[in-house]
């Protein structure tokens, strides 16, 4: 009995999921910036409210929906489809139903790059010297600390926050628990603006989104950002008293 050898997967295919949404992404930005915008979602409001009353069930699951492919392809608009979410259902369960499809989108780039290239990349990394190696151990060693510090800090754009995990190896575990928490305190606090904008729309102007960087907004959030480092803290100061 002959052992036939596995049959190995094309490199284009794997690469495939991700060509097509780096690819949707870049034709997003161009065409869909008018239709995610806060004057669209103003202009539609009564639309929207009166479809939400009357079809309460159907409107969770589109909405959920909509929000996964705009996380998962990287389009325009997320910041809008947070404060919608926050708008039609209010801060709960808004902010449960926009940090599930965050998280559900996040979690399908995740996987995309993993399965394109990050397990080749990773493995890359591992079997490197000097420098990259350094910091694919680092990275390895602190993990849950990174990973939650990628999502708490508000700097860090949210498709690197997907993108690189995938290229060092985290666990989808991990990378699936730490996404969906760490993106609760921002989540939260685009939700509660979105359920105050009917008082905007009414005054006819801007919700505020700088609001995250304000001091009462941003210092709870670095706390936590600094909470989940602590642990990397520890390491070194134990590694030091070692040496």
Request: no cysteine; hydrophobic share 55%; proline share 6%.
């Amino acid at each position: 009995m002959s052992d036939t050898p596995p049959t190995k997967t094309n490199p284009f295919l794997k690469r495939l999921p991700l060509i097509g949404i780096v690819t949707i992404a870049i034709i997003g930005a161009f065409t869909l910036r008018d239709y995610f915008s806060f004057e669209a979602l103003a202009e539609n409001r009564e639309a929207l409210l009166a479809y939400r009353d009357a079809n309460y069930l159907t409107s969770v699951l589109g909405f959920i929906l909509i929000y996964i492919l705009i996380a998962a392809f990287s389009l325009p608009g997320a910041s809008i489809a947070t404060l919608t979410g926050g708008f039609l259902f209010g801060v709960f369960p808004g902010a449960f139903y926009n940090v599930t499809g965050a998280a559900t989108g996040a979690t399908l780039l995740f996987l995309a790059a993993r399965w394109g290239m990050g397990e080749k990349l990773a493995a890359r990394m591992e079997n490197s010297e000097g420098l990259v190696k350094s910091i694919k151990d680092g990275i390895d060693e602190n993990q849950w600390s990174m990973l939650f510090m990628i999502r708490l800090v508000p700097v860090v754009p949210f498709f690197v926050a997907n993108l690189i995990p995938a290229m060092v190896g985290v666990p989808l575990r991990r990378f699936v628990i730490s996404t969906f928490v760490g993106i609760i305190p921002a989540g939260l606090v685009y939700t509660s603006v979105g359920a105050g904008l009917g008082d905007v729309f009414a005054r006819g102007e801007r919700p505020n989104f700088g609001i995250i960087f304000e001091p009462q907004i941003l210092l709870p959030i670095l706390g936590l950002s600094a909470l989940a480092a602590l642990p990397m803290v520890l390491k070194v100061i134990k590694k030091g008293s070692l040496t």
